[in-house]
């Protein structure tokens, strides 16, 4: 299949990756010349669960993409969540009538802003427990093992979206086909909405949170904020079972003395935060159904704040 990776930090690099050395024909498109001037002089660079490995993987700027003669069946989105909007209109010109867009970010509802470039029956959304860390321009380190899950969202669009998890699957990237991937997105966002933007806060890592009985009653509030808007949407999920995926995180044996991706972004790498797409999106789509959602819309402004405070923002 060919393939775009539109975004190709450090989780564009591992799907870039893992589907170029299974074959697929990969173009590699982002923002970040010092990366993409490496990995076109040296190659994409990666500790692959400790074994290094090379991939020559062509990559674009977004800004030359009239250099670029590909045409895709299929582009990946793997930007973060503030830079989709002008990923997609730099790669508008590369998508035909047929070819299929996936976005695998974190976060709520950017299938209404791929919807602005992408016709609909094209758009499909997915789910990713893969992990990934850039450790420089080029370089990325890749460990554990991950899955992917994925939907179509026009009916009628089954097929294509399984044609799309065979491609993933060639690449041993455990790929399957959801029947509510909404749902999962939302359960994903409510323990990333609870653990990121609290950890960041807190400065702590996600045992050190977890130990914490005010945060935990905090969390039970995130949490009911989120359902209360997934099923304004008619999207359901169920609290116990969200509940218990978050305290799992808590476990210093699984990924406990982990900061979350939040914490690096903004303490250690001193980058916007994608908190308007998870906790923000709560607080929006709370003015639009008249539902209070206090605790997201404080956890938001903190986040911004600190943003602000530490010269991000
Ligand atoms: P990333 O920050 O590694 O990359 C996103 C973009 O930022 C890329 O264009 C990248 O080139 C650019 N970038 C990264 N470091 C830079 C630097 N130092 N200078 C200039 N530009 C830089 O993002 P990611 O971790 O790949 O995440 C992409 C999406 O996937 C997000 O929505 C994220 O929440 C989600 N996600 C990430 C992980 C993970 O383990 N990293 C896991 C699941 C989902």
Redesign the pocket.
């Known amino acids: 299949m060919k393939v775009i990776i539109a975004?190709?930090?450090?989780?564009?690099?591992?799907f870039g990756l893992m589907l170029h050395h299974a074959n697929h024909e990969v173009v590699l498109v982002?923002?970040?010349q010092?990366?993409i001037d490496t990995i076109n002089n040296n190659g994409l660079q990666a500790n692959f669960n400790g074994e290094k490995i090379v991939e020559n993987i062509p990559a674009y700027n977004q800004s030359e993409i009239a250099k670029v003669d590909f045409s895709a069946d299929l582009v990946i989105l793997?930007?973060?969540?503030m830079?989709l909007d002008s990923?997609l209109q730099s790669i508008n010109s590369l998508l035909h009538e047929d070819t299929k867009v996936l976005c695998?970010?974190?976060?709520i509802g950017h299938e209404d802003m791929i919807k602005k470039y992408v016709p609909y029956q094209n758009i499909f959304l997915g789910n990713?427990?893969?992990?990934?860390?850039?450790q420089g321009?080029g370089k990325v380190k890749l460990f554990g093992d991950g899955s992917i899950d994925l939907q179509n969202l026009a009916q009628g669009q089954e097929q294509a979206a399984n044609t799309i998890v065979e491609a993933l699957n060639q690449a041993d990237l455990n790929a399957k086909y959801s029947s509510n991937i909404l749902s999962s997105i939302y359960k994903k966002a409510c323990v990333?909405g609870s653990v990121n933007g609290l950890c960041t806060i807190l400065e702590c890592n996600i045992a050190s949170l977890g130990a914490s009985s005010y945060a935990n009653t905090i969390i039970s509030q995130i949490v009911d904020e989120f359902i209360a808007i997934a099923s304004a949407q008619n999207i359901f999920l169920d609290k116990d079972e969200v509940l218990t995926q978050i305290k799992s995180s808590f476990d210093p044996e699984t990924i406990g003395l982990h900061y979350p991706?939040m914490y690096q972004?903004l303490i250690d790498?001193k980058?916007l935060t994608?908190i308007d797409?998870i906790n923000g999106v709560i607080v929006r789509k709370g003015k639009q159904y008249q539902i209070s959602t206090p605790y997201c819309n404080f956890l938001t402004e903190l986040i911004h704040s600190k943003e602000e405070i530490l010269g991000v923002r």
């Open positions: 975004g190709a930090g450090a989780m564009g690099s591992r982002d923002g970040w010092e990366h793997f930007t973060k969540a830079q990923m695998l970010l974190n976060g990713t427990m893969w992990t990934s860390g850039l321009p990333n991706s972004d790498n980058r994608e797409y």
